[in-house]
């Protein structure tokens, strides 16, 4: 089993940063990759970024390229989503996700964390 618990969100105005923190807790040897997903009011969940927690590979939504920046520091099993150029479509609930394969799919992360909500400003 796998714990996480996201931290970071809030209210930020448009143009504007903000960095999102995911510790992980227990089982984490069995993580292979973990990740970033969103949902909008109205909207289903939708992937935003993931990283292999053994290496150095990533893989990013078109909607958020050249704007976030997923990270990871093993040591202290915590995962990172640096969010600059915020826009107020961005505004979603963020849920921290690990999972055992590869893969931008919400139905490969097996443990998902209690979410925390970024709130962008026009």
């Known amino acids: 089993q796998v714990h996480l618990v996201e931290s970071g969100g809030g209210l930020v105005q448009a143009g504007g940063s903000l960095r999102l923190s995911c510790a992980a807790s227990?089982?984490?040897?069995?993580?292979?990759?973990m990740g970033w997903f969103r949902q909008a009011p109205g909207k289903e969940r939708e992937f935003v970024a993931a990283?292999?927690?053994?290496?150095?590979?990533?893989l990013y939504a078109d909607s958020v390229k050249g704007r976030f920046t997923i990270s990871r520091e093993n040591a202290k099993n915590t995962l990172y989503l640096q969010m600059n150029s915020l826009k107020p479509e961005d505004t979603a609930v963020y849920y921290c996700?690990?999972?055992?394969?590869?893969?931008?799919?919400?139905?490969?992360?097996?443990?998902w964390g209690q979410g925390t909500q970024v709130t962008v400003s026009s």
């Open positions: 227990g089982r984490t040897s069995s993580m292979y990759a």
């Open positions: 990283i292999r927690w053994g290496g150095a590979s990533t």
């Open positions: 996700a690990a999972g055992s394969r590869w893969s931008v799919r919400e139905s490969d992360f097996g443990f």
